[in-house]
């Protein structure tokens, strides 16, 4: 997995497309909040995290690039059509990313827009209801980008810490990973933060298993964090 540029220049991109089409939250939740994301939906996180959700009375939201499904990927094979309409039928939110998991931060909107489009489509033809959310592949976001989904999306989630509550930026909302050796405690740090703050938090992971990337988690990891 290719990962966010963490040049300086990427890092002012990023921090610089926070001033930009700026989409904010109108008030905050009445009560703390939490949302369990899958980028990319490896068929591990569409197994063995669906069930970990699932059997806790839970529905994770899983951010789909549909020209990559069912293919071989750095975190294992991806969900496929049959895998993703599983978890349509389980009740889980389908988001979107782009069709081939193009990096919204230097492409032009001409781009951006037609792999976000192509990828609707897709979805669509899956059986998917119109997405409302996506997920800026790598988290990688520029204003231009942020202008061109937050026109077709409620809520646009990039990579950096924070929580959600009034006034927060819906065009590139603040998510925390549930990633690497320390990702269970740092995921327990901003879900403590949650609850005192009454804020809304949302965590991601790629690959669910034993052993995972350094983009994924263990399901150990996850079901402590759903419990």
Known sequence: MQGADRSLRGKLRRRLARLAARHAAPASPSR???????????????????????????????????????QDGPMGANADAAQLGRL??????????TFSHLNCGTAPAGAVEGEADRNLQALGALGAPPPVTFAYPYGEVSAVAKATLGKRFFLSRALHHGLIGRGSDLNQAPAVG??????????????RRALNERAWLILYSHDVREGPSPFGCTPD???GLAD
Do not use: N
């Open 32 to 70: 703390p909040m939490v949302s369990f994301c899958f980028d990319d939906a490896p068929q591990s996180a569409a197994l063995a995290g669906a069930d970990i959700l699932e059997a806790r009375g839970l529905k994770g939201t899983y951010f789909i690039s549909m020209g990559l499904a069912g």
């Open 88 to 97: 349509l039928e389980a009740g889980h939110e389908i988001g979107c990313h």
């Open 178 to 191: 549930i990633e690497g050796p320390g990702g269970e405690a740092v995921a327990r740090h901003w879900l």
């Open 221 to 223: 990891a996850l079901a």
